[in-house]
């Protein structure tokens, strides 16, 4: 066995640096289950869902057609958010995202009109060619992201239009 001082010198000088980083880590894991427990909102079948995540992932499909508002909280986490579940909103979906080194998935109807204010590093990839719109039109939009991020991203796909998967 060995002991301290018998340890190589890189281990011994990177040892503690490690061990502080696993530490923040911990106190981040347990402060952001805490902070959950109080701020988490509703579930998927209710009309509005907030969601607080710190050092992990939350996965979403909300399935209640009268869905207004989700708000997501992300310290170093990620969430994946399907709206497949649902049908066109009346009024659209407010999507409030607050991340910092995080990241979201988003995957919305194909045919609905997405607008998004994105403020902060990082922002929002979109791809036109699975059939949504893009559109500066605040108040028509099915979807409105409002997104503030530092080094953190919202990628948006559309859903196929069918699932016959080409059968």
């Known amino acids: 066995m060995r002991t301290p001082s018998t ?3 890189a281990v011994r000088r990177v040892l503690p ?3 502080r980083w696993w530490a923040v880590q911990a106190v981040l894991a347990v402060a952001g289950r805490l902070v959950a427990r109080r701020k988490d909102e509703g579930d998927e079948s209710t009309a509005g869902i907030r969601r607080v ?3 992990g992932g939350v996965e979403l499909r909300p399935v209640n057609p009268e869905l207004s508002r989700v708000r997501l909280d992300l310290l170093m986490a990620g969430a994946r958010l399907d709206l497949t579940g649902i049908p066109h909103v009346p009024g659209g979906v ?3 995202v607050r991340a910092l080194v995080g990241g979201v998935g988003l995957t919305v109807p194909a045919g609905w009109r ?19 719109v893009h559109t ?6 099915d979807l409105r992201v409002h997104a ?11 859903a196929p ?7």
């Open 7 to 9: 340890l190589p010198p």
């Open 17 to 19: 640096w490690l061990l």
């Open 53 to 55: 995540v710190a050092l």
């Open 94 to 96: 407010d999507l409030t």
């Open 114 to 132: 997405v607008w998004w204010d994105c403020r902060g590093v990082g922002g929002v990839g979109f791809a036109q060619d699975d059939g949504l």
């Open 136 to 141: 500066d039109d605040e108040r028509g939009a």
């Open 148 to 158: 503030v991020v530092l080094l953190a991203g919202i990628g948006i796909e559309g």
């Open 161 to 167: 239009q069918d699932d016959s998967w080409g059968r």
